[in-house]
């Protein structure tokens, strides 16, 4: 299959991702694999950022680059950890030549048969949530076009992950508004069936709700719940506070 | 800039930082109705097959076309939920298509000549619906349908990030403020359970169908239960005015 053709095919598959049930490693595995074979590279691993900021290899195309990238945060240099900090690619690394840039990193990669490095951000706006690093075996420039198709690649997984984490923090939050409403509504109810039963208003029913809470180290809620349910007989509910003890 | 962020720009300048903590909703449904150009425009919350209640409204039309969906479970922002599209009614006196024969009469009354429904949700995660009418009978154009998909996005947003800021456990401040979740209602649901010695849902039901009947709103038969003028008999199920 031809190149263009096998990059607009991992094109799509990445973006069936964004309306498809989504797994996170799922998806960056997909990449890096699809990475290796579109792109003419020998490896490619990722790294996301955690919530604390520092970053984890979340993916990479064989298990020896792996070893690599967990060296390369552990050591607090890279290629991928300046293009996650700056937000830029970091390509065409010949590593016999940048000599004292990366002093840990550079002996680690030749030695596991690397000489051409390259890391492009995973950024959308302002956003950096990582970096897809790029590995050649052999040193020489990779083309412009192989470095746009990867920037690309990176790109659309970004889109797909921060759109993931944005559904989930909706959804959370979606189920504290209704979670809170469903509380307001219960209460309310119980307000009305207490002043029916006790013969109050609205406002003497919700003092004897919010007492009877107080003096059972209840929440209101769950008063409320048991008074619908009558599992909690109105009759004399929170009508008087504890005893002072002397 | 895409002509879709262009959009997003400039409808989110008009609300100017507002729907910000601290503040009411009503300016989401006053920008909502000036951007699309309609004479009003309302947020409806939902879940499950139901609505829940009002987030806001520009003013009594709206709230009427809330009031008669929450009432009656049918209407553009109740089918825009259950379809997960937007409902387009652009002739509600004369409709190509005749529907919601319960809500149309009463809303045509108020004036409504054209409603629409538009769902309000940020991807998969549904919160209800954005209600937009207009007092002349019309489609929507192009642009005005566009302003309110994104309209209703930008919604669904503030109202969750309203939400991320209130106390654990309670409606943020702000969506009490300008909202109406028909507390009223539930309080009267809670009496006449007490009175027929019902469940509150049932209870419900009988409210609903009085107010059907008798041709009131729900919201005003509840405050004349709340209010003791209206009792329902235990004996026959009825209710009777004091």
């Not at chain 1, 964004?18 to 990475?35: N, Q």
């Not at chain 1, 990238?69 to 830029?88: H, I, K, N, S, W």
Request: contains cysteine; negative net charge; hydrophobic residues 45%.
């Amino acid at each position: 299959m031809p190149r263009e053709a096998m990059l607009a095919r991992a094109l799509v598959e990445l973006a069936d991702t964004l309306v498809a049930d989504f797994d996170v490693v799922e998806l960056l595995t997909l990449l890096t694999d699809r990475c290796v074979e579109v792109l003419d590279v020998d490896a490619a691993g990722l790294m996301l950022a955690a919530p604390e900021g520092d970053l984890r290899v979340m993916a990479s195309s064989s298990e020896a680059l792996r070893l690599l990238e967990l060296f390369e945060l552990q050591a607090q240099e890279g290629p991928c950890l300046e293009a996650y900090r700056v937000g830029l690619p970091v390509v065409n690394q010949d590593l016999a030549t940048v000599n004292g840039r990366w002093p840990r990193f550079v002996p680690e990669a030749i030695a596991a048969g690397f000489h051409s490095v390259h890391a492009l951000p995973m950024r959308l706006r302002g956003s950096v949530i990582g970096a897809l690093n790029l590995f050649h075996i052999e040193p020489g420039l990779m083309r412009q076009a192989d470095i746009d198709a990867a920037q690309s690649l990176a790109d659309i997984a970004t889109i797909a992950i921060l759109q993931h984490r944005a559904v989930q923090e909706a959804q959370m939050l979606n189920e504290q508004l209704s979670h809170a409403l469903n509380s307001r509504v219960v209460i309310e109810q119980a307000k009305g069936m207490l002043a029916e039963r006790e013969g109050l208003n609205m406002e003497q029913a919700f003092a004897r709700l919010r007492t009877h809470a107080r003096n059972h180290n209840a929440r209101l809620a769950d008063v409320a719940r048991d008074v619908i349910s009558g599992a909690l007989p109105a009759a004399g509910l929170g009508r008087t506070l504890p005893p002072r003890h002397a | 800039m895409n002509r879709g962020g262009e959009r997003r720009l400039r409808i989110l300048e008009l609300l100017g930082g507002q729907a910000a903590p601290g503040l009411g909703t009503k300016r989401l449904c006053e920008v909502g109705a000036e951007v699309t150009g309609m004479t009003g425009a309302g947020i409806m919350l939902m879940s499950g097959d139901i609505p829940r209640g009002s987030v806001c409204t520009t003013g009594g039309v709206s709230s009427l076309i809330e009031d008669l969906q929450y009432m009656l479970g049918e209407g553009p922002c109740v089918d825009a939920w259950q379809q997960d599209r937007p409902v387009l009614e652009p002739d509600l006196a004369n409709p190509h298509t005749p529907r919601w024969p319960a809500f149309s009469r009463p809303a045509v009354e108020a004036g409504v000549r054209a409603v629409f429904g538009f769902p309000v949700q940020v991807g998969a995660v549904r919160l209800g619906a954005l209600n937009l009418y207009c007092d002349r009978a019309g489609p929507l154009t192009d642009e005005q349908h566009a302003d309110a998909l994104v309209m209703a996005d930008i919604a669904a947003q503030a109202v969750l990030l309203l939400q991320a800021h209130a106390s654990p456990g309670h409606l943020a401040a702000e969506l009490e403020a300008d909202g109406d979740f028909q507390y009223v209602v539930h309080q009267a649901s809670g009496m006449v359970a007490a009175q027929l010695d019902i469940g509150v849902g049932q209870s419900l039901v009988r409210l609903r169908a009085y107010s059907f009947a008798n041709n009131r709103p729900l919201a005003q038969v509840a405050r004349d239960v709340v209010a003791r003028r209206l009792r329902f008999d235990a004996g026959t199920g009825d209710g009777r005015q004091e």
